[in-house]
């Protein structure tokens, strides 16, 4: 069959399970399938013959009318089978049939049946097959029908059957019967006109078959084009375009574009469209020009007034077949609204205005000014803007716009004085909203004002208070009935205080008083800042001024009260402790008063025998540190501090601290806490009887002994005579404790008048420097010996190591002053100050500390053991320290 289309593959038709069931066909295939290669055909007429649509549910083929399947891209059957299903459908009786498709791979041919391929192959014709040019028909053609578009033939067939689809908007719509092909030529006829906006073109697939229903040629593909016929007019995308222009703009200024289109086929003489202005109105002069080929509308004149025309209406044509005559036209609608600007300046309607208003009065509308613009009204281009240029310097007047008049409203905001000034000339001067734009061809215009006399009408008025406000300053704590001031007020006619009197409003506070004819103000009350009466230490007080008229004037009194020094400084904490480390005491005053009658305060210990003990140290201008001057025993000292402020005025406040033998505070729990036992510190009647006692007690021993005792005493002590005593020996390392049998161990008397016991050197009172005395070998240097006390004709006498308490006594007394004395001087011989010193806590170590000028000791012993004692021994400890 000629023509011949492209290169088709056929498959084979293996089985057809459809028949009745129409559940399912089967085709073999090859692996690969190009595009459009036909791969079988089904009889659909058998399962739904009133089939209405077609369709595959693999959108890789496609389903022709006839029942052919064809591919619609290439396909690789990567598994054995391939299926898909046909949809028919009936839309007119609801009906749906479904016939499942299968594609099956070709099987491998035996090497006999390639051979026979091979013969077949070389003694079967092929003929050589051409595709012809695409069928052009005329659009909307006038016949006659039906009209022969193209003939079909083949050698083999007899009969010939067409499939066409169409393309275009309307492939939707049925084109069944527009097109046929007679069975025994081959001829294909079309079988009435078509519009080609709507079927843009067909294809037609021919296939041609035996009398039996065998084809035994591939399909033919025909193309058949319909050619466009000018025959749609173009049309406007709007029935009615609106643009916008400011007035006076230059000439080429865009203004807008309209636009038309054709539904011909684009890109041909039919769709070439040229546009052209019709008509203008107003038609003198022409405004605006139009593109032909763009459809932009440009200004053309340089004299758009608004003020003359507001306004333009054009009627814009649009033709095809670029213009020709014989083309095919419209005509739109155009209206362009010329824009206002602020090209006219305002103009009051009269120069000079006069009117009269009573003094005194405020808030009152005293003249309407009204002005002429040839602008759009209500516009920014129209709007007034009055201002006063002249006349106004203290803004007692005011002028706005009313927004619905446009006229300028001038109004009194303050009272006028008709004894100041009797008439006032304000000048006022007009703009509009909108800058001024100069029209072109025209001169600028000056601004237009107008004049406005007011004449002030006099009218019996108040006194008046000058100033309004007065302001008086006082010291605080003034004295009741001091005059503070005064406060009068003028009559206005007079300009004199005659007749006027005065009292102050009901209602304020009553903290002053005014004198009724003078005016003089005086305190009723001590002034005090710091009551709730006072906000920020002022009060503001209403004063009435009263004439012979009855006229009532206002002022106002705002009385200040500045700060005076009437609080006393004190100190806020006066409870403190004080722990062995005798840590300074913070002590910190307030005074009630302000600046300069508050801080810097200065701090003194009024008790000067406290004073002797305690010192204070300046810490800021607020507080001072107390602390001990030396060592002071422990217990409650209530110290007198007296405070003075920096205005003088003196505050005193005792201080109770609770000197405690603690490390932290807490550990007083508020009391005095009492020594540990061998830390007790003794007065000095508890030493004296401690002397007494002694001395009693030695006495009677005395007394026994020269009783008992026989013979010459010797002057030798023995041993015994040291058992009845303390014995200090010093030694604070491990060692060989050495006795003196010359040696008398005394007790040393403290600055109290006691005895105590002095530690920490490593000789006794008899051998310091060197220079031991005993009570037998006591030699020169007007030296006594207890021997030689002792009277009997020169000869020593022995009394079991006891004497009489008159011999000990003048034995001990010069010898122990001698010993107190070199104790209270250092190696250079000078007086020492530190014979009896507080050797205070030194940080962590040892509590021993240096024993003074009395010792001969160069190193002092490790006692870091004393530390790690347990509690009771830790008494035992801390004897052997000296506070």
């Known amino acids: 069959m000629v023509p011949a289309a492209p290169r088709l593959i056929l498959g084979l038709l293996v089985l057809s399970l459809c028949c009745e069931a129409c559940k399912k066909v089967i085709f073999r295939v090859p692996s690969e399938l190009e595009a459009d290669t036909l791969v079988g055909r089904v009889d659909l007429k058998e399962c739904l013959p009133s089939a209405e649509f077609i369709s595959s549910t693999d959108e890789n083929f496609k389903i ?10 290439t396909i690789s059957l990567s598994a054995e089978r391939k299926t898909f299903t046909i949809l028919l459908n009936d839309i007119q009786e609801h009906v749906q049939k479904k016939i499942h498709v299968s594609l099956v791979k070709e099987e491998k041919k035996t090497q006999t049946e390639k051979t026979r391929h091979t013969r077949d192959t070389v003694l ?51 084109p069944k019967g527009l097109f046929y092909i007679e069975r025994e030529t081959g001829n294909i006829f079309a079988t009435r006109a078509v519009d080609r906006e709507q079927y843009p073109s067909f294809q037609i697939i021919c296939f041609a078959t035996t009398p039996d229903g065998y084809s035994p040629e591939v399909p033919l593909v025909h193309t058949i084009r319909i050619e466009d016929d000018n025959d749609n007019a173009p049309y406007f995308t709007q029935d009615l375009f609106e643009f916008s222009v400011p007035e006076n703009s230059k000439p080429g200024i865009i203004v807008g574009k309209v636009t038309a289109e054709d539904r011909d086929e684009p890109y041909t003489l039919h769709t070439a469209l040229k546009y052209r202005i019709v008509s203008q109105n107003p038609p003198i002069p022409p405004a605006f020009s139009l593109h032909g080929d763009t459809g932009v509308i440009s200004v053309a004149s340089p004299q758009l007034d608004r003020e003359v025309e507001s306004g333009y209406l054009l009627l814009i044509e649009a033709r095809d077949m670029a213009g020709q005559p014989f083309g095919l036209c419209t005509t739109g609608t ?46 920014p281009a129209s709007g007034a803007v009055f201002e006063i240029i002249r006349g106004n310097d203290d803004r007692s007047f005011e002028i706005t716009t009313d927004r619905n008049t446009n006229e300028g409203v001038l109004c009194v905001v303050k009272g006028l004085d008709y004894e100041t000034a009797k008439q006032r000339v304000l000048v006022i001067a007009v703009n509009n909203e909108a800058p001024y734009m100069l029209a072109p061809h025209s001169q600028q215009v000056s601004q237009s004002t107008s004049s406005v006399t007011v004449h002030v009408i006099d009218v019996d008025e108040g006194p008046v208070f000058k100033p309004c406000l007065l302001r008086i300053d006082v010291k605080e704590c003034e004295d009741i009935g001091t005059s503070i001031g005064r406060y009068v007020a003028e009559d206005p006619e007079t300009g004199n205080s005659e007749g006027i009197c005065y009292r102050i ?18 305190t009723i009350r001590v002034l005090d800042r710091d009551v709730a009466e006072m906000r920020q230490g002022q009060c503001n007080i209403t004063v009435l001024a009263i004439d012979r008229n009855g006229k009532t004037g ?42 300069p009658y508050s801080a810097p305060f200065v701090y003194r210990i009024t008790d000067r025998n406290l004073a002797s ?9 607020n507080s001072v540190y107390l602390s001990p001057k030396g060592d002071i025993p422990f217990g409650t000292y209530e110290i007198p501090v007296s405070v003075t402020d920096n205005g003088g005025k003196v505050g005193e ?23 540990r036992e061998g830390n007790v510190t003794l007065g000095v009647w508890a030493i004296l009887a401690m002397i007494l006692g002694s001395l009693l007690l030695l006495l009677i021993l005395i007394t026994i002994c020269g009783c008992c005792g026989t013979g010459v005493m010797h002057r030798h002590v023995t041993d015994d005579c040291a058992n009845h005593n303390l014995i200090i020996s010093n030694t604070e390392a491990p060692g060989e404790e050495v006795m003196d049998h010359n040696i008398i161990p005394l007790q040393t008397t403290t600055d109290q008048g006691g005895y105590g016991i002095k530690t920490g050197d490593q000789q006794t009172f008899e051998s310091v420097k060197g220079r031991g005395h005993t009570l037998e070998s006591v030699k020169g240097g007007g030296h006594q010996t207890l021997g030689s006390v002792k009277e009997g004709g020169g000869q020593t006498m022995m009394d079991t190591c006891r004497y009489s308490y008159s011999e000990w006594h003048n034995f001990t007394h010069p010898r122990l002053g001698e010993k107190v004395h070199l104790c209270r001087q250092d190696e250079e011989q000078k007086h020492s100050e530190d014979y009896l010193l507080s050797y205070h806590y030194e940080g962590k170590g040892s509590l021993a500390g240096s024993v003074g000028c009395c010792s001969d000791q160069h190193e002092e012993e490790a006692l870091d053991f004393l530390d790690q004692l347990e509690p009771k021994f830790r008494t035992l400890a801390e004897a052997c320290v000296k506070r």
């Open 613 to 621: 003990s305690w010192k204070i140290t300046r810490h800021n201008d």
């Open 64 to 73: 022709l009318e006839d029942g052919s399947v064809y591919t619609t891209s």
């Open 334 to 379: 155009v209206t362009i609204r010329i824009e206002d600007t602020n090209d006219n300046a305002p103009s009051f309607r009269q120069t000079q205005y006069e009117v009269r208003v009573e003094e005194n009065r405020v808030n009152v509308e005293i003249l309407r000014i009204s002005v002429v613009d040839l602008d759009e009204p209500r516009s």
């Open 653 to 675: 406040t005792r201080v109770k601290v609770n000197y405690c033998d603690c490390l932290t505070p807490t550990e007083c729990n508020g009391q005095t806490r009492v020594p």
């Open 554 to 595: 206002t002022g106002t009194i705002q009385v200040v009260i500045q700060p005076g020094n009437k609080n006393y400084p004190r100190i806020l904490k006066t409870d403190y402790i004080m722990c062995r480390d005798r840590k300074p005491i913070c002590l910190t005053a307030q005074d009630g008063d302000a600046s």
């Open 124 to 174: 079967k014709r092929t003929k050589r097959r051409w595709g012809p040019i695409p069928s052009v028909m005329i659009e909307n053609s006038l016949g006659p029908f039906p009209l022969q578009i193209q003939q079909v033939q083949s050698d083999t067939a007899q009969n010939y059957t067409i499939y066409y689809s169409a393309s275009g908007p309307g492939i939707d719509q049925d």
């Open 505 to 522: 409003a009901p209602g304020q506070c009553n903290w002053i008083s005014i004198d009724e004819k003078s005016g003089e103000v005086r």
